[in-house]
T-cell receptor, first 114, second 112 residues
Framework: DTEVTQTPKHLVMGMTNKKSLKCEQH?????MYWYKQKAKKPPELMFV???????INESVPSRFSPECPNSSLLNLHLHALQPEDSALYLC?????????????FGPGTRLTVL | QKEVEQNSGPLSVPEGAIASLNCTYS??????FFWYRQYSGKSPELIMF????GDKEDGRFTAQLNKASQYVSLLIRDSQPSDSATYLC????????????FGQGTRLTINP
């Protein structure tokens, strides 16, 4: 089973709202990732967690706040977003953070910021 | 120069023919490459990965890696309309912040 789940599927929020995206995997993977994908563009890495510790933050604005409460869960807290933050947010996981390990993607959350 | 480059297409291939997708990379230290397929509005789905020079076959798909030329390709034999999608080439960059870097993607259309 290579399933990564994400909730919600769709989210519409105003610029003053606070919301959270959730990602879950039960494959025993110890590396989890957040990507942002705009239309007709490839996924862009935002954050990497390895063994529940933040390993990479790709200079993401502080209005995006990641959290890894345990090895199966990854959250992305959103606050004071801008309309240009509207995108597909993808979560992925891999066995560990290694060049030999495949990253498996969840279905994504389609975010619209009004 | 982008770390992973693909021709964005669109690439149009008749049903039953071979579709050839290409990717080049700039980091000689890149060790592994992944091909993902992405249907419109969906998330990327792994098709193949390759670490070693040469060819790797899985059903109708063959991945090719040439580290000397810094070139990766994906061949799809007996192309089907259901193969119509965007194909993303990704390389694992091991220098600096080790991470997967995606090319721009090639949009493939298989014509019945």
């Amino acid at each position: 089973d290579t399933e990564v789940t994400q909730t919600p599927k769709h989210l519409v929020m105003g610029m003053t709202n606070k919301k959270s995206l959730k990602c879950e995997q039960h494959m025993g993977h110890r590396a989890m990732y957040w990507y942002k994908q705009k239309a007709k563009k490839p996924p862009e890495l935002m954050f990497v967690y390895s063994y529940e510790k933040l390993s990479i933050n790709e200079s993401v604005p502080s209005r995006f706040s990641p959290e890894c409460p345990n090895s199966s869960l990854l959250n992305l807290h959103l606050h004071a977003l801008q309309p240009e933050d509207s995108a597909l947010y993808l979560c992925a996981s891999s066995q560990v953070r290694s060049y030999t390990d495949t990253q498996y993607f969840g279905p994504g959350t389609r975010l619209t910021v009004l | 120069q982008k770390e992973v480059e693909q021709n964005s297409g669109p690439l149009s291939v008749p049903e039953g023919a071979i579709a050839s997708l290409n990717c080049t990379y700039s980091d000689r230290g890149s060790q592994s490459f992944f091909w993902y397929r992405q249907y419109s509005g969906k998330s990327p789905e792994l098709i193949m990965f390759i670490y070693s020079n040469g060819d790797k076959e899985d059903g109708r798909f063959t991945a090719q890696l040439n580290k000397a030329s810094q070139y990766v390709s994906l061949l799809i034999r007996d192309s089907q309309p259901s193969d119509s999608a965007t194909y993303l080439c990704a390389g694992y960059i091991i220098q600096g912040a080790q991470k997967l870097v995606f090319g721009q993607g090639t949009r493939l259309t298989i014509n019945p």
